[in-house]
T-cell receptor
Framework: GAGVSQSPSNKVTEKGKDVELRCDPI?????LYWYRQSLGQGLEFLIY????????KSGLPSDRFSAERTGGSVSTLTIQRTQQEDSAVYLC???????????FGNGTRLTVT | SQKIEQNSEALNIQEGKTATLTCNYT??????LQWYRQDPGRGPVFLLL?????KEKRKERLKVTFDTTLKQSLFHITASQPADSATYLC???????????FGAGTQVVVTP
């Protein structure tokens, strides 16, 4: 079956531009997560959606970052006015519930020049 | 705040030997720990979950232990193979809603 799909796989953008990253979770998974991984670093939690509950946005590094999840399925992470420090791999994961293992996509590598 | 630590130095090991990785945590008592494998350019892949009331969990050549007194989990790869070369991440639940916090990972390199 299809796993978690992320697009684009690579994105190069100029500083100050806005970007949108897309995540298609596994069908039927109610929980969806966004993490960020900088070169050689661990995974940094960004935001978490669970069903129809209000998302946990506690990991978003600034108000330039936002995310939404439409219809309980596809999610979009938006970064406004990108900065060079935003360069990283953005990973999306989904799970069947909040206490099940995560299934990750292969990420979007964002490079801000 | 909760903190999770893994050995940042790469573990170089000869094929056939046992690799042992450590995950330590502070300021929290997680109900369970998870271990993931990450290959370059790929997302992490789930390997094992161990609960606080379980001392040990096994899956094929993998073994995980969980010591809530020491606040530590050990991850063992027995009879290691070059295909086991990857970065291994531990993660634990930091709240009741399902937020997972990850360690930075330990790279394992298995040489023939």
């Amino acid at each position: 079956g299809a796993g978690v799909s992320q697009s684009p796989s690579n994105k190069v953008t100029e500083k100050g531009k806005d970007v949108e990253l897309r995540c298609d979770p596994i069908s039927g998974h109610t929980a969806l997560y966004w993490y960020r991984q900088s070169l050689g670093q661990g995974l940094e939690f960004l935001i978490y959606f669970q069903g129809n509950s209000a998302p946990d946005k506690s990991g978003l590094p600034s108000d330039r970052f936002s995310a939404e999840r439409t219809g309980g399925s596809v999610s979009t992470l938006t970064i406004q006015r990108t900065q060079q420090e935003d360069s990283a791999v953005y990973l999306c994961a989904s799970s069947s519930d909040s206490h099940s293992p995560l299934h990750f996509g292969n990420g979007t590598r964002l490079t801000v020049t | 705040s909760q903190k999770i630590e893994q050995n940042s130095e790469a573990l170089n090991i000869q094929e056939g030997k046992t690799a042992t990785l450590t995950c330590n945590y502070t300021n929290y008592s997680p109900a369970y720990l998870q271990w993931y494998r990450q290959d370059p350019g790929r997302g992490p892949v789930f390997l094992l979950l161990i609960r606080e009331n379980e001392k040990e969990k096994r899956k094929e050549r993998l073994k995980v232990t969980f010591d809530t007194t020491l606040k530590q989990s050990l991850f063992h790869i027995t009879a290691s193979q070059p295909a086991d070369s990857a970065t291994y991440l531990c993660a634990f639940l930091t709240d009741s809603w399902g937020k997972l916090q990850f360690g930075a990972g330990t790279q394992v390199v298995v040489t023939p």
